[in-house]
Structure formats: structure tokens, C-alpha cells
Nanobody, 122 residues
Framework: QVQLVESGGDSVQAGGSLRLSCVASGTVHSMAWFRQAPGKERDGVASIHRDGTRTTYADSVKGRFTISRDNASNTLYLQMSDLKPEDTAMYYC??????????????????WGQGTQVTVSA
């Protein structure tokens, strides 16, 4: 069973930047970042194709967040800039081993990390 371990969450001020990382213990295909704020549903943030050439972003983060991956080290990244208070949430890494495309729906992913907290203050 492949496991995912996230890191990089922190508390920052609005306008700041953070880089999240997620290391997979084995080979996975498409990967994604999701986030969940207290009392809200888990929403897709960004996803990336198995080969890293195709990405999908939620409208709320386009132009501010960049997803990337290093398949040699089985690591997924999320570079976040111009952070806003509404970005505050627990961020989860997700992966699947069934297909290469990069959907942004939670039901398409079967492997999940434990989450890393991002808090953005005004």
C-alpha cells in the first residue's frame, strides 16, 4: 500500500508564499492537492498528469499556485504565492494508480495523505 506524507504547512501573513511537498512511498500515477476548511467540503486545488505535462487548477488559485512533480523522487509540490486568508485550510495530497489523467474530483483518488495545515492571517 503506497503512503503519502505531506509537509510544508505553516502560518503566514497575507501576500506570503509557501511550498508544500508530498512524498509517495511508491510509484503512483496522477496526483493532486485538495484542501478542506473547517465546516466546508474538501475541494480540489490542483492536479497533475503522470508525466507532469498537464495540470488542472481551481479557478480560485489560478495564477497564484503552481503544481509540479519529480517522478524520480516520487515527490509532488505545490508552490503557493500571494496567499489570502481564504486559502486557510488543511491541505491534502492525493494520488491514484489507475490512470494517468489529472482529474480534480476527490472521488477519483484512492490514496490520501494525512494533511498539512496552512493558515493565512490578514
Amino acid at each position: 500500500q503506497v503512503q503519502l506524507v505531506e509537509s510544508g504547512g505553516d502560518s503566514v501573513q497575507a501576500g506570503g508564499s509557501l511550498r508544500l511537498s508530498c512524498v509517495a512511498s511508491g510509484t503512483v500515477h496522477s496526483m493532486a492537492w485538495f484542501r478542506q476548511a473547517p465546516g466546508k467540503e474538501r475541494d480540489g486545488v490542483a492536479s497533475i498528469h503522470r508525466d507532469g505535462t498537464r495540470t488542472t487548477y481551481a479557478d480560485s488559485v489560478k495564477g497564484r499556485f503552481t503544481i509540479s512533480r519529480d517522478n524520480a523522487s516520487n515527490t509532488l509540490y505545490l508552490q503557493m504565492s500571494d496567499l489570502k486568508p481564504e486559502d486557510t485550510a488543511m491541505y491534502y495530497c492525493a494520488a491514484n494508480r489507475r490512470f494517468y489523467d489529472q482529474p480534480l474530483a476527490a472521488n477519483d483518488y484512492t490514496i490520501w495523505g494525512q494533511g498539512t495545515q496552512v493558515t493565512v492571517s490578514a
